[in-house]
Every structure is written in structure tokens, then in C-alpha cells.
């Protein structure tokens, strides 16, 4: 609106300037909506997509390795003369791929969260209609569905070739069932890890550095002493010890669960009942993570 006075003359006829703007009268989707798009958008971003083509480099290089060293595992069971199994089984895999795993998660979770920090987006998450639990689960649950799709997929590799090859389908159906559930359960772990290292920094490096510190140096700590403890005859020890690292604890959770052949020193995983207490200890690791997440997005979202 605009009025004009000309000296002492009455003022102009006040003017109405149509500029254009009006009110939305589309559907109002809701925090539901908003909590799907934040979940696919954060999914679709761990492995570049929708992003720069530099985005898109690491992760489909170490999902690309991953689901070569599966196929590589295939070719040479299904090469190999009266082979009736892999040379390798589908709970230890992810074990033995483990760096990579390390190496997605400290690439990807700084990146699902440390950008909205440094960027103070968070807030204008806020602003809409999500709150900090829509936030906060939208991003674990995509954390934990990209490393769950990183380890799962050379799982289906592994599994099809095994199929293929006419191994027994029994086995390969009960050994690949395990697999999934050991891989779902370090996805959660690994995931919910990885994003409560990441949200304490606005800095991409700082959260790279350190997952891949936290991850690496507390497997190579906890390995170590249980080598110590095998070599001294402490091997009674060897399974407590490994509560203290994200790796050994799941590698003892599938051990005690699913059948899996254990990594620990002398082969010596933890028995049902230690079996209970690695369980446990997963769970109360995620729902730390998740309580941590809340607890931090309550004072980073003011």
C-alpha cells in the first residue's frame, strides 16, 4: 500500500500492489510426512544420492568391495571340486569386513548430522511441523538402514551364489537367516554409535576422527588383552573382555544366538548365559545412543 502527498495538496488515492503472493491451500501432510522425508532424504544422502558426484565416490566404492569380495567368495566355492559349503559363514562376514564397515559409518554419520549443526539448520527443522524425536529417530533409523544395506547386501550375494553352486538349501536358508539378524543387530549399534560421536561437533573431520578412533582402537585394545589372557591361561577372562568393544560385542551376541563360530582367542565365545549379559549390553548401548541424541537435540535446537 502506498500513499504520495504533493505539498499541500490532498494525497493520491491510496494504491493496492498485487505482488503475487497467496496462501496455501494444499494438503497439510503432518509431522508423519515430514519424519518419512527427512528418513529417505538422510538414507538417500549416506550413499551420495542427491548429492554432489565427489558424494557419491566413497560410499559406492566400499559397498562396490564389499559385494565383490562376496562375489569373489562364490566364485571360488562354486570353482572349487567337492565343495558342499562357503569357505566362508554369512555371521562372520561382516566381522571380517569390519574396516570398511568402520569406514562407511565414520564417513557417513558425520555427514548425516554435523552439516545441520554447523549450518544451524536444526532449528528450522523445528520450525515445521517435526519435533526433536521425529529428528532424532528419522536420523538413527537412517544411519541404521544405510549399514544394514552396506552389510546386508554381499549377505544376499553370498546367499544366491550359495543357492546356485546347489549347496544344501536348509543350511544356506538357516545360515543366511542368521547372518541378517547379526547384521541388523550391528547395524543398530553401529549406527546409533556413530551418529552420538557425530552430533557432539559441528566439524566433519573432528566426527570422522572420532568414529574411526572409537571403533578401531577399542577392537584393537579389547583383542589384544584377550590374546594376553589366552596366552597366560586367563581364558576365563576372554569373554567378559569382550563386552568392551561394539565389534567383540556383537561377535559374542552371535556366538551365544546364532550359531556363528567366534573370533575370540581359541575360539572361545561366551556361552548362553555370558550370552544374556552381551544382549543386554547391545540394547542398553542403543537406547544410551538414542537417549544421548535426544538429550543433545533438546539444547542444540533452542
Known sequence: MSTHTHG???PEATRIHNIGYRHYDGPRLGRAYARRSLYSQSLRGAFGLGRSAKS???????????CLVAAIIVAVAVATPNMTDLPLEYTRYAIVMQALITLFLAAQAPQSVSRDLRFKSVP????????RVDYVLAKFAAMASAVFLLTATPLVILYLGALLAKFDFADQTKGFAQGMVSVALLS????????????????????VAAVIATMTITYGAVSTVQAIAWETGSSGAIQW?????PVTVIDGVQTA?????????????????????????VLALVAG??????????????
Not at 573382555?241 to 568393544?245: E, N, V, W
Open 8 to 10: 499541500g495538496r490532498t
Open 56 to 66: 557419491k565416490v566413497l560410499p559406492m566404492i566400499l559397498l562396490g568391495v564389499m
Open 124 to 131: 528450522l527443522y523445528f520450525s515445521r511441523p517435526i519435533e
Open 188 to 207: 543398530v549399534l553401529f549406527g546409533g554409535i556413530g551418529l552420538v560421536l557425530a552430533a557432539f561437533t559441528p566439524r566433519r573431520g573432528f566426527g
Open 241 to 245: 573382555l569382550g563386552l568392551f568393544s
Open 257 to 281: 544366538f546364532l550359531g556363528a563360530t567366534s573370533a575370540f582367542p581359541g575360539g572361545e565365545g561366551p556361552g548362553t548365559g555370558a550370552g544374556v549379559v552381551y544382549l543386554l549390553v
Open 289 to 302: 545412543s538414542y537417549g544421548v541424541l535426544m538429550r543433545r537435540y533438546r539444547k542444540v535446537g533452542l
